[in-house]
């Protein structure tokens, strides 16, 4: 007799090796243990299971009832929630995800045994139901076999299908020989993920997310022509194969048809929703000849383009499996860092334009690998979002930042105020508030001495929110500033009815202002708008006398950037104050 193959998915490693000992003496096959909700999704895309057992009250991104969710849109599993207690709201979500219950832990081995038994009975009598609606109604069965429920777009498993029917008429209608690939028309295979996909469900329930899905599918089909296949393959991940391309041009334009879908907001429940993409790109035949290779390694990019903080697309190229290899290490890493002390913070100071002193300073976090030594935060930053480290990281910046504003005050050092980058999710946590409550009361901070940036992507990706947490912080006296603005969406409209403080111009409009008449009269317009709505203007990157004297004549009120000071540690930064070095190397 075959033997049950179990996943366990607990974040309690005590608890998760007791209950596999258990099923092991009872005769089952544990096939792995895991302590996330993403680590279970990836498993059970990888591997053939009989049975789940799920923590409900996963940590990280996604709890167990919505990786339960995910998965049962993957593959018809059943799923046994496991729990220390349970609330009404718990049970009613786990009530709709269509699971099979839940057994208190620590679970007995009789319970278990009764537990399987009954499960797997019922899952067997439930798929030979379906087996039979199946074959009284085939050909509604078939449309479900081979479309989403949710989107009604063609599933991998019509996608494999009508691949690879596609090229072998392709391949019939010119002789393709080996030798002759050139006067091929190659196929590209686009794998889509949307960012952040999972506060929808979390701020809105699973019911818009759903909605939502819906919006997205309707939006890739206005790209559908008889060369263009659409596949919906996960929760929130699609494929897009565009068969008849015939060089890299063709292909970036390809990219660019789907990437201005994202374009505009998604309307949900009356509010304006903001998307951004991860996509991934395997070309055939150079890729691979194989459907499911194309989509692995389209897969394998779009993973790539999302670890370095995704709205961004890389093609797939063969060092991405050992980059992947690298990444997870490099996650295990991280999740040691704050204990080994390996992370510190630097410090920038900002300088007043009418003054020439220092009147700020920005937080800026640096970790020192052991081995790898400086690691930039563009790649261990976008990591921390993904695997739910950032609220723990962020804390922590947040609290040593506040400490050393506060030692600095001490010293008779002080400067107006230190500001701490906020992540998108940081800022969504229910308990922000709180936090902060908590961190400037440890360190007996005023708050107005604090400031939090926030990037446009992170406002605008759900309004209702912001609004909500912009007057939390602006009610504990915190001040917020506009970061990188004129990167993302730069609406005028939001910077006027937000209650902001401080408005950021990127570097990007800064370098060599001099001579790029296009960004200079951008970056004039934007310090005229901002000193209308009473909001100071930093100018971020300043690294030239040119570039400073632009900003002084257009009247910005404060500079930061590598021409007065690079970010420093404690030391070197105090030693600034003292000398009062930057003052003095503001030229007349």
């Not at 028309?185 to 699973?206: E, M, P, Q």
């Not at 939390?472 to 209650?499: A, C, E, H, M, R």
């Not at 009269?521 to 100018?539: G, S």
Request: with cysteine; aromatic share 8%; proline share 3%.
């Amino acid at each position: 007799m075959e033997q049950i193959k179990i996943l366990i998915v607990e974040d309690e490693p005590v608890l998760a090796l007791d209950l596999a000992k258990k099923l092991r003496k009872l005769g089952y096959e544990i096939i792995d243990i895991v302590s996330t909700g993403e680590l279970a999704v990836n498993l059970v895309k990888q591997t053939q299971l009989d049975l789940i057992f799920m923590d409900i009250k996963l940590k990280g991104a996604i709890d167990g009832i919505e990786t339960a969710t995910q998965i049962l849109q993957i593959e018809d599993i059943p799923i046994v929630y496991l729990t220390g207690y349970v609330d009404e709201e718990t049970v009613e979500r786990a009530e709709h995800s269509g699971c099979y219950g839940y057994m208190l832990k620590p679970c007995k081995p009789i319970e278990l045994y009764a537990t399987i038994k009954i499960v797997l009975k019922k899952h067997k009598e439930l798929t030979k139901a379906k087996i039979s609606l199946f074959n009284k109604s085939q050909s509604i069965s078939l449309k479900q076999s081979n479309y989403n429920l949710i989107t009604q777009l063609p599933n991998r498993l019509y996608l494999q299908e009508k691949f690879s029917q596609t090229l072998e008429q392709q391949n019939a209608d010119i002789n393709l020989q080996y030798n002759e690939l050139h006067d091929f028309k190659i196929a590209t295979i686009i794998y889509l993920n949307i960012d952040r996909f999972y506060r929808i469900n979390n701020n809105l329930g699973h019911k818009y997310g759903n909605l939502l899905l819906q919006q997205i599918a309707q939006r890739l089909q206005t790209i559908l022509s008889d060369e263009v296949l659409i596949a919906h393959l996960n929760a929130d991940e699609f494929a897009i194969v565009f068969f008849a391309v015939e060089n890299r041009q063709q292909i970036l334009q390809s990219i660019n048809r789907v990437t201005q879908q994202f374009e505009r907001p998604f309307l949900l429940n009356k509010r304006e929703i903001f998307l951004t993409t991860s996509i991934g790109i395997a070309v055939y035949p150079w890729d691979s000849t194989e459907i499911e290779q194309l989509l692995q390694k389209a897969y394998q990019a779009m993973s790539q383009a999302k670890q370095q903080g995704g709205n961004q697309y890389k093609f797939y190229q063969p060092t991405v499996e050992k980059e992947e290899s690298d990444i997870l290490t490099l996650e295990t890493d991280l999740r040691y860092a704050l204990g080994r002390k390996e992370l510190q913070l630097y410090y920038q100071p900002q300088i007043s334009l009418k003054t020439g002193s220092i009147v700020g300073v920005e937080a800026l976090i640096r970790w020192h690998h052991p081995h790898k030594g400086i690691i930039s935060p563009s790649i261990f930053i976008p990591l921390a979002e993904q695997t739910g480290l950032i609220n723990a990281l962020g804390e922590w910046v947040l609290l040593k930042a506040c400490q050393q504003m506060k030692t600095w005050q001490l010293k008779s050092l002080a400067v107006d105020r230190i500001a701490v980058n906020l992540s998108g999710r940081q800022f969504n946590q229910v308990d922000l508030g709180k936090i902060l409550i908590k961190i400037l009361k440890r360190t007996q901070l005023d708050s107005h001495c604090l400031e939090l940036e926030l990037t446009e992507s992170t406002l605008i990706a759900d309004l209702d929110l912001t609004i909500r947490q912009l007057n939390t912080l602006k009610s504990l006296g915190i001040k917020i500033s506009v970061d990188d603005f004129g990167t993302g969406y730069s609406s005028f409209s939001y910077l006027q009815n937000f209650p902001f403080d401080i408005l950021k111009i990127d570097r990007s409009f800064i370098k060599n202002i001099d001579q790029n008449c296009k960004n200079a009269a951008i970056t004039k317009a934007l310090i005229q708008m901002a000193h209308q709505l009473n909001l100071k203007v930093i100018a971020e990157g300043v690294e030239t006398k040119k570039e400073l004297s632009f900003l002084r004549k257009n009247k910005c009120d404060e500079v930061q950037g590598y021409f007065f000071s690079p970010p420093l540690s404690v030391c070197e930064f105090e030693l600034l104050l003292q000398k009062h070095q930057v003052a003095k190397t503001i030229p007349n």
